[in-house]
Every structure is written in C-alpha cells, then in structure tokens.
C-alpha cells in the first residue's frame, strides 16, 4: 500500500511540474513555428493598453482618450483625433502591459518644446512627453530575449471636423455657363441632373449622371413658349415651367413641351409628385395643385402667405409625423411685404412653422433653403450624433443687400440661429440669391494600407459622404454667376472610426 501511495504522489508531482509549460506552450503557440517558446512570444512585450493621464489644463477628460494598439506595425495612436489646438508638447501617459517586461524606453525626437531624449517608463513616472516630433517606445522581455519598437502618435485635428468647409480648389463652372447665358436653373429629375441655361434666344439642355463630375451632355431645346427658367420644377416622371406669361407647362424628357392648360402666379415645389403653386384671381389669390386630386378645390392663401419669391420647397421625412413635411421660406405675400417666415405642408394644408413675432430669419426673397446635417454632442468624452438640419443660404434682404450668412434650424424650421464660424460662406465665395443646392453622396475608400485595426473586428472603409453642390445664383446687379461650389460638413468626410 504504501508504494502505491509514493508512486501515486511522484506522478501527481511530475504533472503538476509540467502544467504550466504544457498550457503556456498551448496558450502562445505559433501556428508557424512548431519550436515557439514563452521567452520569444510577442506576449513578453506586447501593450495591453495604452493612455494619458488626466489633464484638465490640457484637455477636459483627457485620460478617456482611447488609444488603438497595433502590435503587427508597431502603432499607438488615437483614432478619434484631439480638437484643432490641444497642446500635445506635455502629456503623461500610463501603459499596461500583458507580461512584466525588462525595460520601457522612450525616444523622443524633433519635437517642438522638448530637446531629443531617451525616458525610462516606469508605473509611478510623472514625466512629461513631447509628441509633436517623433515618439518610440521600446519594450524589452523580461528575460531580454526579445525587443519591440512602438511609433506612438497623438493626433490633433488640423481642421474643426465640426465645421463646414467650401474649397476654393473645388468650385468648377456652371453648366452651359457662356456670357450670352441670361437665366439657370438645375435639377434632380430621376436619376439625373438636369440644368437649362436661357440666353434670351436658345435654351440649352445639359445632363448629367453625378453633379460633380465636371463633364455635361449638351443639346439644345426648342421651346414653343418663352420661359421662366426659374421656375423648372421636377417631379418624379415629369417636369414643370411657367412660361412669362404664367401658363403652366410639362414634360416627360424636358424636350417636348405641352400646355397643361392652367394659369399660376407662381411654383411652390413638387410634393409627392404633384405640383403645388399659386393661382392668381380677380378676388386674390389661391392654393392650386396639377394635377389635381379628385377631391381638391383650390382655397384662398393664408395671410402672410408667401405668394411669389419663396424658396425653393424642399420635402423631408419627420419621425412625428405620418406623411412628408414640406418647407417654404421667405418670398413676399399678397401686398408685396417681404416675409421673415417658414411656411410647412403636410399633404393636406398649410401652416406658419416659425415664431410670428420674428426670430432669427431675416425677412428675405429667393433665398436657397436645403435639408443636410450637423452634429450635436452627446453626454460624456467626445460623443457626437448625426441630425437632420436645415440650412438658408443667400437671398436678398429688405435693405437691397444681399444675405451672407448662413441660418440653421435643428427642430424642422421651428427656430433659427445664425451660424458662427464654423459654419459659414467662404469669404471668397460671392453673395448671391436665386442659386440651388443639391446634396448628393460621393461613396470614399479609406486607405487600407494605412488604416490601423480599430476598436471592432472590421472596421468600416467605404462610406457614403454627403456634398453640397451650390449651382448659380445672381449678383446684386441680377448677373448669373458661373460657379458651381462643392461643400461637406467634415466630420462627415472622416474615415468613420467604427
């Protein structure tokens, strides 16, 4: 019995002696090298983490910026980039590592307020690094068999992402634009842009698959009446135009016109493919729609109703609502005042959306009203979401000068403020009125090669990003100006960090 026992207590120790090389041997093995062992595993000097410490001076919860650790390359840095102007030249970091390791070596290089140096980590370090030159961290094993050299990186946006940029290299010219060119007009009509450019005499057609894409398919139209180009509307399958006499007419391919045998005094915009507009009479003026619904009859315009000079209608989706919301702004009503209000359509009436005793909107006419976004912030670290915003661009105001400010409105057209800075015209972009903003996306692909691991298993390198195309408009002298200017929020151009 009692050799039993000893043998039985001699193989248990043997077990337990070789446990841990059998599970480490398991736990680290490369797949590629059938004679791995622990003292070279990139485990010995692999960061488990990587941060800074808190720095209120610095930044407002600086130590919550995540920091993305690409061992294969050798990266640290932080995907979400700091705000444009965060002081990088002290930081104190805190490092985690997965094993104990020998030494930590940090080698600073070319950076502004520190002179090139050579810094030993430790757990309690209070040194502060330079890291506007080049910053490498070099970690040595425990058993000093193995080393690995880290490029660490704190990104600074060089541009507020929460801003709203027009570059001057991207404004091309007008479609059609030539100096005979009097009137212009562009629009979405199904899966095309479609621009008319009027000289008084020859209508030109032009045609387009992508509003940026720089080159247009010329024809040319011969109209059996003279037109208003400005009030070219598109619907789903058919556009629309009032001759200078307000005769209403249409079109399937914007060649062949026909009368639809109705007199407006103005288009107020397409909703749901009928065309909504205004009827002038003897006793006033009146809501008219073409076609018209079984069941419509045209009614008298509410007071303050903008009977000509009206924005563009725009058409958006409304999470409270059950049918499309469609928008007016500005214009002037039946006494010819000029009008500070944003007028919304349902399907069914209309309604004032804005403050009656004023607000922020100034009182203007054929100003350029879009729906496109913004962000706003979240509570905690940098947290940002997407909304749908309205933007009012140009216009002429009361005084005879021309609007150079930008209006936004987050709540659907309910309240106004004017934007700041960030969300501006470009200085050296003109002032104008009557011009039309198209969004259409453009589809980006991150740099791959470039792009480091992020914080989900596939991070996202293709995405749609949404561009303000800005056709034409007037100057105060009522000149066409020939420019065609592309503007993107530029959070949204970013590589999207999930």
Same mark, same amino acid.
């Given at each position: 019995?009692?050799?039993?026992?000893?043998?039985?207590?001699?193989?248990?120790?043997?077990?337990?002696?070789?446990?841990?090389?059998?599970?480490?041997?398991?736990?680290?093995?490369?797949?590629?090298?059938?004679?791995?062992?622990?003292?070279?595993?990139?485990?010995?000097?692999?960061?488990?983490?990587?941060?800074?410490?808190?720095?209120?001076?610095?930044?407002?919860?600086?130590?919550?910026?995540?920091? +993305?650790?690409?061992?294969?390359?050798?990266?640290?840095?932080? @995907?979400? $980039? !700091? /705000?444009?102007?965060?002081? %990088?030249?002290? &930081?104190?970091?805190?490092?985690?590592?997965?094993?104990?390791?020998?030494?930590?070596?940090?080698?600073?290089?070319?950076?502004?307020?520190?002179?090139?140096?050579?810094?030993?980590?430790?757990?309690?370090?209070?040194?502060?690094?330079?890291?506007?030159?080049?910053?490498?961290?070099?970690?040595?094993?425990?058993?000093?068999?193995?080393?690995?050299?880290?490029?660490?990186?704190?990104?600074?946006?060089?541009?507020?992402?929460?801003?709203?940029?027009?570059?001057?290299?991207?404004?091309?010219?007008?479609?059609?634009?030539?100096?005979?060119?009097?009137?212009?007009?562009?629009?979405?009509?199904?899966?095309?842009?479609?621009?008319?450019?009027?000289?008084?005499?020859?209508?030109?057609?032009?045609?387009? +698959?992508?509003?940026?894409?720089?080159?247009?398919?010329?024809? @040319?139209? $011969? !109209? /059996?009446?003279?037109?208003? %180009?400005?009030? &070219?509307?598109?619907?789903?399958?058919?556009?629309?135009?009032?001759?200078?006499?307000?005769?209403?007419?249409?079109?399937?391919?914007?060649?062949?016109?026909?009368?639809?045998?109705?007199?407006?005094?103005?288009?107020?915009?397409?909703?749901?493919?009928?065309?909504?507009?205004?009827?002038?009479?003897?006793?006033?003026?009146?809501?008219?729609?073409?076609?018209?619904?079984?069941?419509?009859?045209?009614?008298?315009?509410?007071?303050?109703?903008?009977?000509?000079?009206?924005?563009?209608?725009?058409?958006?989706?409304?999470?409270?609502?059950?049918?499309?919301?469609?928008?007016?702004?500005?214009?002037?009503?039946?006494?010819?005042?000029?009008?500070?209000?944003?007028?919304?359509?349902?399907?069914?009436?209309?309604?004032?959306?804005?403050?009656?005793?004023?607000?922020?909107?100034?009182?203007?006419?054929?100003?350029?009203?879009?729906?496109?976004?913004?962000?706003?912030?979240?509570?905690?670290?940098?947290?940002?979401?997407?909304?749908?915003?309205?933007?009012?661009?140009?216009?002429?105001?009361?005084?005879?000068?021309?609007?150079?400010?930008?209006?936004?409105?987050?709540?659907?057209?309910?309240?106004?403020?004017?934007?700041?800075?960030?969300?501006?015209?470009?200085?050296?972009?003109?002032?104008?009125?009557?011009?039309?903003?198209?969004?259409?996306?453009?589809?980006?692909?991150?740099?791959?090669?470039?792009?480091?691991?992020?914080?989900?298993?596939?991070?996202?390198?293709?995405?749609?990003?949404?561009?303000?195309?800005?056709?034409?408009?007037?100057?105060?002298?009522?000149?066409?100006?020939?420019?065609?200017?592309?503007?993107?929020?530029?959070?949204?151009?970013?590589?999207?960090?999930?």
């Amino acid at each position: 019995m009692t050799n039993k026992i000893t043998w039985y207590l001699m193989l248990v120790a043997v077990a337990l002696i070789a446990l841990p090389a059998l599970v480490s041997c398991n736990k680290d093995k490369d797949k590629d090298d059938d004679t791995f062992t622990y003292s070279t595993s990139r485990q010995t000097t692999l960061i488990k983490a990587f941060g800074l410490q808190a720095d209120a001076d610095v930044l407002s919860s600086l130590d919550s910026v995540h920091f +993305t650790v690409d061992y294969d390359r050798g990266l640290i840095y932080n @995907a979400d $980039s !700091l /705000p444009v102007g965060t002081d %990088i030249t002290g &930081l104190k970091v805190k490092i985690d590592f997965l094993n104990t390791v020998s030494s930590a070596i940090f080698s600073i290089t070319g950076a502004t307020e520190q002179s090139d140096t050579t810094i030993e980590y430790t757990a309690s370090m209070t040194t502060e690094l330079d890291f506007t030159g080049t910053t490498k961290l070099t970690v040595t094993s425990a058993d000093q068999q193995r080393i690995k050299v880290y490029d660490i990186k704190v990104l600074v946006h060089k541009i507020n992402p929460d801003s709203l940029e027009w570059p001057q290299s991207w404004r091309r010219d007008l479609p059609g634009y030539a100096t005979d060119v009097m009137e212009h007009k562009v629009v979405k009509f199904g899966d095309a842009y479609l621009a008319m450019a009027y000289t008084g005499a020859e209508c030109r057609l032009l045609t387009a +698959t992508d509003p940026g894409q720089g080159t247009w398919e010329q024809g @040319a139209v $011969s !109209l /059996p009446f003279t037109p208003q %180009i400005s009030t &070219l509307h598109a619907a789903d399958n058919a556009l629309f135009m009032l001759d200078v006499d307000g005769v209403l007419y249409t079109s399937l391919d914007a060649i062949e016109w026909t009368s639809c045998g109705v007199q407006w005094h103005s288009i107020l915009g397409v909703y749901e493919n009928r065309l909504l507009g205004v009827m002038g009479g003897s006793d006033g003026y009146y809501h008219d729609e073409y076609p018209r619904s079984d069941d419509f009859v045209p009614s008298a315009i509410e007071k303050g109703f903008p009977v000509t000079g009206a924005s563009d209608m725009i058409q958006t989706e409304a999470s409270w609502a059950v049918a499309p919301q469609a928008m007016i702004a500005g214009g002037r009503d039946a006494n010819g005042t000029l009008l500070n209000s944003v007028w919304g359509y349902d399907g069914t009436c209309w309604g004032r959306i804005n403050s009656t005793t004023g607000g922020s909107l100034p009182a203007v006419t054929d100003a350029t009203l879009f729906s496109y976004f913004t962000y706003r912030k979240l509570p905690g670290v940098r947290r940002y979401a997407l909304q749908v915003s309205w933007y009012l661009m140009g216009g002429k105001l009361a005084n005879g000068d021309l609007n150079d400010k930008i209006y936004l409105s987050n709540n659907q057209g309910i309240s106004w403020t004017v934007g700041d800075s960030t969300v501006s015209k470009a200085s050296y972009m003109p002032e104008f009125y009557g011009a039309q903003a198209l969004v259409s996306n453009i589809t980006h692909t991150a740099d791959v090669i470039g792009l480091a691991p992020r914080r989900v298993s596939s991070p996202m390198i293709t995405w749609d990003c949404p561009y303000i195309y800005l056709f034409g408009g007037y100057n105060a002298q009522g000149e066409l100006l020939p420019n065609v200017w592309r503007g993107v929020y530029i959070r949204l151009s970013n590589t999207p960090l999930y």
